[in-house]
Each structure stands twice: as C-alpha cells, then as structure tokens.
C-alpha cells in the first residue's frame, strides 16, 4: 500500500501544487497531511484550496498553526480530506488515529494551537493498536531534534507508540528533522516535511 506523506507546508503554494501533481503521478492509496497548512493561523484557506484538487483518501491533522476547527472548516470543500484530532478513522480497511497541535507546549505564545502532555495522554488513549498514527508533533526521541541539538518530541506521543506498536507514525512539526525517519521498537516514525516522501506501508 502506497502512501504520499507531507507536513510543514506552511503556505508554500507551489509545493502545494507539487503535492497534487505527486499525488496521481505516484498513484498513491492514501495521502497523509500532518498539519501545518498555514502560518501563524493566517493563509489556510488558499493552502487548502490547492490541496483539495487531491482526489486520494486523504488523512490530515492541524499544526499548531492552525486549530481543528479552522481546518475543519477550511476542507468543507475536500471531498477526499477527513479531519482527525484526538480522533479516528478507518478508510479502505486501514484504521488511522489522529493527533495535532503543538506537543509539549511551544514557546511561541497564544497564537500557537498547543496541548500539555497530559491533555494529550487523553486525545491518545483511544487510539488502536496496529493503526496509522498521524501526529503534529514527533515523539520524545525521534526525529525530534531541533537546530540547537534539543529532543523537542512528545512524551505521550512515545508512550502511545510503545504501547499500541502502530504500524507508522507520520509526524512533522521539527523542521531540522524533516525527510527523516527512525524506529520506535517496531514502529517507523516519519517526520514527512514539506517536500514529502512516498512510503509503502507494510500488510499488517
């Protein structure tokens, strides 16, 4: 099964667009969006507006630049999009579990859609084991480093992924770690970045 990852767009319209192109060109089966559409909560719409020419199943979770509601409304419009937050779905057979924002809290004040590791604890706990786990946020511990050589990761994201062993994390959120990925005990977790990553995800 053939997935088109991607996160941290940040308004890039152009690469928007490639991700479109990309999107029939791999003949994906899923398309995994892990937030970060907009920047500073302004400029989603036209992001999504590009976005939504996508005809795939798509899965997407907010950044902390913008919040699941400014999503949600923004993909009204995106027949193929579904919007998961301390939610989940399953589409053709896949079960996938979402988580966005900002995990721990960022340093980058009010404007920025954050949760406290206890908050996300909770929106983690009902995710299935052996699912697609899409997050903002990476784990504590991988692809989590930032410029400054600090694991900026989420705790409760780690502790989720030990214990449910989902097949893949994608995550985004750590620019410095984009285009990586690690292992968690038997999981691949995959900061996707902006310019993406096809990945063929493994019969469960």
């Not at 192109?21 to 003949?27: I, R, T």
């Not at 997407?60 to 027949?79: I, K, M, R």
């Not at 985004?172 to 691949?188: D, F, K, N």
Request: aromatic share 6%; hydrophobic share 40%; proline share 7%.
């Amino acid at each position: 099964m053939k997935l088109l990852l991607f996160s941290d767009v940040h308004c890039d319209l152009k690469q928007c667009q490639v991700l479109v192109e990309l999107a029939e060109k791999e003949d994906v089966d899923f398309v995994i969006g892990a937030g970060d559409f907009a920047n500073f909560r302004r400029g989603l719409e036209p992001t999504i507006e590009i976005l939504s020419q996508i005809s795939r199943p798509t899965i997407v979770v907010p950044g902390n630049s913008e919040s699941d509601d400014e999503l949600l409304t923004a993909c009204q419009a995106w027949p193929a999009a579904t919007v998961l937050h301390g939610s989940g779905t399953t589409v053709n057979g896949v079960d996938f579990w979402g988580i966005g924002g900002g995990i721990p809290v960022t340093p980058f004040g009010p404007w920025s859609f954050d949760f406290t590791e206890a908050q996300a604890e909770l929106m983690l706990a009902g995710c299935p084991a052996g699912s697609v786990l899409v997050t903002h946020s990476p784990p504590r511990g991988a692809v989590d480093v930032s410029s400054g050589g600090r694991s900026l990761g989420s705790i409760a994201i780690r502790e989720t992924i030990l214990a449910r062993q989902p097949r893949l994390v994608v995550c985004g959120h750590i620019h410095e770690s984009a285009g990586q990925h690690e292992m968690i005990g038997p999981t691949p977790v995959v900061n996707a970045g902006p310019r993406s990553m096809v990945w063929e995800l493994q019969a469960h």
